[in-house]
């Protein structure tokens, strides 16, 4: 079951979900003239791991690769933690920070020059055997609240 909660979870709260596919984030930065472009692609299921920690019992690892390419303003950072997995019912899924996923392998936090672009895998756990054309991949520039961009999860 989802249900993680904290002053970093960011939420659908009633933002259109689209396909996975890219997506457009403007108003970003200090100035507030930075764009993004934003890719969300399809998801791999891992059930392989044992691990109690993470993903859990009865639980299983869900990947999606992401792509951010920075399109304008002076620079952009992207960040793992800009990335949440939520159910249909808004319970925030509990994200990877390394059990899984190595953080080698996960996005990384790096400045981005106009034009640049960054790419990693950001994981989380969720219920094995859920519907998961009923979760929402969610994407916010900073802190947690209400997500700015959502995607189908699969």
């Known amino acids: 079951m989802c249900d993680s909660s904290g002053s970093t979870a960011i ?3 009633g933002m259109p979900v ?20 934003i890719t969300v692609s399809k998801p791999t299921i891992d059930s392989s791991s044992t691990d109690s920690y993470f993903p859990g019992d009865g639980m299983v690892a869900i990947t999606f690769p992401v ?14 933690q800009q990335f ?6 808004d319970n925030v899924c ?8 190595p953080r080698s392998k996960q996005i990384q936090i790096e400045s981005l020059k106009n034009g640049a ?21 969610v994407w916010k520039d900073e802190g947690g609240g209400k997500a700015a961009l959502a995607w189908a999860a699969s």
């Open 11 to 13: 939420l659908r709260a």
């Open 94 to 101: 509990d994200r990877d920070y390394g059990t899984i996923t």
């Open 117 to 137: 672009s960054a790419s990693g895998l950001v994981t989380f756990a969720v219920p094995a055997g859920a519907d998961y054309k009923k979760y929402a991949v």
């Open 67 to 80: 792509t951010i390419k920075h399109k304008t303003g002076d620079y952009y950072i992207p960040s793992p």
């Open 84 to 89: 949440g997995l939520v159910d249909d019912q």
């Open 18 to 37: 689209k396909p996975l596919g890219t997506q457009t984030a403007t108003g970003l930065g200090y100035d507030k003239d930075v764009s993004v472009d």
